[in-house]
């Protein structure tokens, strides 16, 4: 017998409703270590590191945007 969420009214449970099961951890970002789970996009380099985001791969590769100064000509 089908048990239908009575928070949600669906079975499986909506991906949004409290009774639905946590998603599965696909990863950690090589910068912060958050949890990267398969319902969120990624960043990754050519070496394979996983990042939740281009400000934590820039970070890890010590990418800094600079501004031009007078004295760089």
Known sequence: MIHICDICGH?????????????????????????????YPYVTDDEGNLFCSEECAKQYHGIKEKVWEDDDE
């Open 11 to 39: 079975f499986p449970c909506d991906s949004l409703c409290p009774n639905a099961p946590e998603p599965k951890g696909m990863g950690q970002c090589k910068t912060c270590y958050l949890i990267l789970r398969h319902d």
